[in-house]
């Protein structure tokens, strides 16, 4: 069982930088994949980033290369999602979420398992 809580969301301007963490309970943290994602209203829910357990291989989706930067301290049972140049179309409610035990990363949300409550991020235009 894995609890993962995010924090770091608010309301920024556009081009600024915001950096989003996620905490996660469980000793076997270190194990895990684990995946961003983020919802706009009126729209599903996409895939923003993802890193290997080992945190050796990332995925990001295309709107955000360049822009964002998923990384973990598995000391600190913390995933991290830093956002720059953030735009508009950046707004939504992002969670963190975890896959299975060395497996992964996925792009794809039915692969993770564990879910955190999520953290609004909104950007001014």
């Known amino acids: 069982q894995v609890q993962l809580v995010e924090s770091g969301g608010g309301l920024v301007q556009a081009g600024d930088s915001l950096r989003l963490s996620c905490a996660a309970s469980?000793?076997?943290?270190?194990?895990?994949?684990l995946g961003w994602f983020r919802q706009a209203p009126g729209k599903e829910r996409e895939f923003v980033a993802a890193?290997?357990?080992?945190?050796?291989?990332?995925l990001y989706t295309n709107s955000v290369k360049g822009r964002f930067l998923i990384s973990r301290d598995n000391a600190k049972n913390t995933v991290y999602l830093q956002m720059n140049s953030l735009t508009h179309e950046d707004t939504a409610v992002y969670y963190c979420?975890?896959?299975?035990?060395?497996?992964?990363?996925?792009?794809?949300?039915?692969?993770?398992?564990?879910w955190g409550q999520g953290t609004q991020v909104t950007v001014s235009s």
């Open positions: 979420a975890a896959g299975s035990p060395y497996s992964g990363p996925y792009y794809g949300s039915e692969r993770y398992r564990y």
């Open positions: 469980g000793r076997t943290f270190s194990s895990y994949s």
């Open positions: 890193i290997k357990w080992t945190g050796d291989n990332t």
